[in-house]
């Protein structure tokens, strides 16, 4: 059990050292010292993400049950502030100013639904201690989880996030499906989800609805909101096998590629590391997430099976929609790279979240 | 199986399409990537070297090249745009609308410089390249231009340049030939153009998104063209544009050794620094103009010979037996062939070949001529080089033309008539001929029995070809032939009632033959081909004057010019 805990902090390292090196090389150039001291800061969150994580990893899992509620509404409530006081950066509000750092709920908002749904579906019955959820209805499975779920989303979608919020939905089935919940009411749900899609395409930013259409054809608008996925392509195409070798990457280094540092930096760093460089990369995120599923499925507690089942689908989904969408394989999404991207909430909520896993680990044998 | 497992599996699938995107992207698409990357950050400041000289056969020059300096500006937002305007503006004296109209006009994407003033003065090159550091996006390159030191001289056989069109583009695509390249038209800057064009060298420098510079990756130096070596001698040459200025015509002179071009004037004729310079009004002009000053008469039109082809019935006459130095016909002034009157210019009385020949008498050559029959006429001016394509290097050349009866009959269904070969023995009728193969025609008379390959490049690029481009071939005519007509053409010049006596007064000896061909329409084209010095050629001449009256008048011509070729002592 001492081994998930290193497996897990030494490949959350080398991809958060991978990710200071990419920041320092697509910042290093930039003009004004804001820019070029951005790796040191990611430093300093990612020391902090380290501190965290060795705290959580000491703190017993099973008290997020008990403060599940209270999490659950700072959560909200940081939302909400969010509408009042947000930043407003890239034409949205996601960031709340706090002393000297810009702090992002949403973030936190993931894993505090995640800590509720697995506090939600992990209540026993009465009688035979056996898990409610596979005896639940169709209010109790789908509609009432959903309520809480929803209330959330719908405020990270209104900041407007659309990525988050679609994420946060795909893990709600994910933890449904895991839950035992009948096959019949995800698929009732999925249905109702699916079906008025076309309506809500009315709702949709204009933004939004380009973006969506540049993800089925990025030339219709190649200097607009096709140029970042273009370029970005260009930048993990270009690369080769070997890469071109860090520091050399001329998409990202001469500022080709839009948010180099941040949502597209897999492709900064594929274009200096190569296919080599990145499938490893891809391969450690698959072991963390790996690791997140060995340790739910030996653990027997089901609140902390579910929320590291729930953790581990978090990261998996992050993961996969980031890079996919830097190779032009989803639609843009303001999605980080867990770890890796430069943000202070991600790095934190990424490491607090980890630390929540190897807790797990740690602690299941008490029970 | 149970549900983690799926979720698992689904898992995996999502890790290994990812695996199989990057492959997708860096591996099988990566070099397209790689290209376009490079596009993206990397600019191409090309560099021109130098059109390779045209010389003359001392290595004069004939054509050469001029630096003049060109401003570029690197593609970049607006605002940076403007103030590299602002400033060039200010150092040429230019408006920054002209400035901004060149820009919009000559944008061509962000990746190509674009230039915005030409030649412009070397001095406010030199203080815009001061600013080289605090606005490293303008760019000033030399870039040679043709220049032509005697203006219209040997204008034909030079040729011009000018931006490549649509049609040799699609021609010349394949050997690295690109759009707004600057390319040959006619002449030798046509034929030899792919030695003499110059390879583009240049700067590749990084710019970074806003297209502004950021370092120089590299440099290539411009390759210069290779020098072409002409036949020409530039003296000769210009000895005979002084004297044929204003007449329409042309003047060949060549060495009836080696078939070595020594001179080629034509006019009308145009000055070729006008597509240099661009000066599109007079361009257009000229293209237009009736008399076609871009045509090159000496090969690309074919006139009536008129006399002058009686030295190839002579010949034929002479070979065939038909005629021999006691033959003599009594001229009275016309004879009756068929119900046909055919006059002669004079009434000479008796002629025999000599007299014939250096009066030119039309009656003796009816006369031989029918002897002969026209057919073999025919063929004995294939075999002096006629009616044939003689692979002369300048494009655009004619192959002339000789009537026969067989050809009448297979390709017009009409017969062929005595009249018809009575016309044929004076070089009227359909017979049609260009000045060189006059001039080569005479030559085989000079070298007494060689057919030579006029040409006119001697060497490229140093390299001397000329050995490889004299092609002889023999004119198996008796030696009494030759010395006959040869004596025949000197009694031209040397009796005092031969049509070209004119030229008697000159210091060296001259022989040759007149000529005055009627035209349907418009004065007669005058003809003068010969030959000099008499004993030991070294020089044929060809004097045509298109519509230029008698005979006698392009005798004057080659009169003046073999005198100033002797002043400068050039013989």
């Known amino acids: 059990m001492r081994n998930s805990f290193f497996r897990i902090l030494i490949l959350a390292l080398i991809i958060a050292c991978l990710g200071v090196l990419s920041i320092y090389s697509s910042t290093f150039q930039k003009e004004g010292t804001q820019w070029q001291e951005i790796y040191k800061r990611q430093m300093l969150w990612i020391i902090i993400g380290l ?317 | 199986m149970e549900r983690k497992s799926i979720l698992n599996l689904i898992i995996i699938i999502m890790f290994s399409a990812l695996i199989i995107g990057l492959c997708d992207l860096g591996l099988l698409q990566g070099a397209k990537f790689r290209r376009l990357s490079d596009s993206n ?44 305007l602002a400033l060039i503006s200010r150092i040429l004296g230019v408006e920054v609308k002209v400035l901004k109209a060149a820009f919009k006009k000559n944008f061509i994407s962000n990746s190509v410089p674009v230039t915005v003033a030409t030649n412009i003065k070397l001095k406010e090159a030199i203080s815009l390249g001061e600013f080289k550091t605090e606005q490293p996006s303008i760019i000033v390159t030399p870039k040679p231009l043709r220049h032509y030191p005697y203006g219209p001289l040997a204008c034909h056989v030079v040729g011009y340049v000018n931006e490549i069109d649509r049609w040799r583009l699609t021609k010349l695509e394949d050997y690295g030939y690109k759009t707004k390249d600057i390319v040959g038209f006619g002449g030798v800057e046509e034929k030899y153009d792919y030695y003499l064009r110059q390879e583009e060298g240049g700067l590749s420098v990084e710019v970074n998104h806003r297209g502004k510079f950021m370092r120089v990756l590299g440099f290539e130096p411009p390759r210069n063209g290779k020098d072409v070596t002409l036949t020409l001698d530039l003296s000769i040459q210009k000895i005979t544009e002084e004297n044929l200025s204003g007449k329409k015509g042309s003047v060949i002179l060549m060495d009836p050794l080696s078939g070595e071009i020594l001179a080629l004037a034509n006019f009308p004729n145009f000055n070729p620094a006008i597509f240099v ?123 002339g033309f000789i009537p026969s009866p067989l050809w009448r009959k297979i390709n017009k269904f009409q017969n062929w008539f005595n009249g018809d070969t009575a016309n044929l023995s004076i070089g009227q009728g359909d017979c049609l001929v260009t000045p060189l193969q006059a001039t080569n025609l005479l030559a085989v008379f000079a070298n007494r029995g060689y057919l030579l390959s006029p040409y006119i490049v001697k060497a490229v690029g140093g390299l001397d070809f000329s050995v490889k481009k004299k092609r002889v071939m023999g004119v198996a005519f008796k030696k009494s032939t030759f010395e006959i007509i040869v004596q025949g053409l000197a009694k031209v010049v040397s009796d005092s009632e031969g049509t070209g006596n004119i030229l008697s007064t000159l210091p060296v000896k001259v022989a040759g033959k007149t000529g005055t061909a009627q035209v349907s329409r418009g004065a007669t084209h005058a003809w003068f081909v010969g030959f000099f010095p008499t004993d030991k050629p070294r020089y044929v001449i060809c004097v045509f004057l298109e519509n230029g009256g008698p005979g006698h008048a392009a005798s004057l011509i080659a009169k003046q010019i073999i005198e100033a070729m002797n002043n400068q002592g050039l013989i």
């Open chain 1, 51 to 367: 501190a965290c994580f060795f705290f959580i990893s000491r703190f017993n899992y099973r008290k997020l049950w008990d403060a599940n509620y209270f999490i659950y509404g700072v959560a909200i409530f940081f939302l909400l502030l969010v509408f009042g006081l947000g930043v407003i950066r890239l034409g949205a509000q996601r960031w709340l100013r706090i002393a000297w750092f810009n702090f992002q709920p949403s973030e936190f908002a993931k894993l505090a639904i995640i800590i509720f749904l697995a506090r939600y579906f992990s209540r026993k019955s009465i009688d035979d201690t056996s898990l409610l959820s596979g005896k639940f209805g169709i209010f109790q499975g789908i509609i009432l989880p959903f309520i809480f779920v929803g209330l959330p989303m719908f405020l990270i979608i209104e900041q407007p996030d659309l990525g988050s919020g679609l994420m946060l939905m795909l893990v709600f089935m994910g933890l449904l499906y895991l839950t035992n919940v009948r096959i019949k009411y995800i698929l009732i749900l999925l249905a109702a989800l699916i079906l008025p899609l076309p309506f809500f395409w009315h709702f949709l930013h204009d933004y939004q609805k380009q973006r969506l259409l540049v993800f089925l054809n990025p030339n219709i608008d190649p200097l607009g909101a096709g140029y970042t996925v273009i370029q970005s392509r260009i930048a993990i195409g270009s690369g080769g096998f070997f890469g071109r070798g860090w520091l050399h990457g001329s998409q990202s280094q001469l500022y080709f590629l839009p948010e180099s540092h941040t949502d597209f930096i897999f492709a900064t760093f594929s274009e200096q590391w190569g296919f080599l460089g990145s499938s490893l990369l891809i391969l450690m995120y698959y072991l963390i997430v790996r690791q997140g599923f060995i340790i739910a499925q030996r653990t027997h507690d089901s609140f902390g099976k579910l929320l590291a089942y729930g953790i581990s689908l978090l990261l998996t989904l992050q993961v996969f929609i980031n890079i996919a969408m830097n190779m032009g394989l989803a639609p843009v999404v303001g999605l980080p790279l867990p770890i890796m991207s430069y943000g202070g909430s991600s790095v934190l909520v990424t490491f607090i979240a980890l630390g929540i896993l190897v807790n797990i680990d740690r602690t299941r044998n008490v029970f």
């Open chain 2, 41 to 84: 950050c990397i600019r191409l400041i090309s560099q021109a070297g130098s059109r390779g000289n045209i010389l003359d056969r001392h290595g004069e020059i004939i054509v050469d090249n001029k630096i003049s300096y060109d401003v570029m500006v690197l593609p970049q937002d607006l605002n940076h745009i403007d103030q590299a």
């Open chain 2, 277 to 399: 310079e661009q000066r599109s009004k007079l361009i257009s002009g000229l293209f237009n103009d009736p008399d076609a000053p871009f045509l090159n008469r000496a090969i690309g039109s074919s006139y009536p010979l008129a006399s002058v082809f009686k030295i190839v019935v002579a010949s034929a006459g002479l070979e065939l037996k038909k005629i021999n130095l006691s033959t003599s016909f009594v001229c009275q002034g016309s004879i009756m062939v068929g119900a046909r009157k055919f006059s002669c210019w004079d009434i000479h009385g008796s002629e025999d070949i000599f007299q014939a020949i250096a009066h030119s008498c039309d009656v003796f050559f009816y006369k031989t001529g029918l002897l002969i029959g026209a057919q073999n006429i025919h063929d004995y001016a294939l075999k002096l080089g006629l009616s044939r394509n003689m692979g002369f290097e300048l494009a655009g050349e004619t192959s």
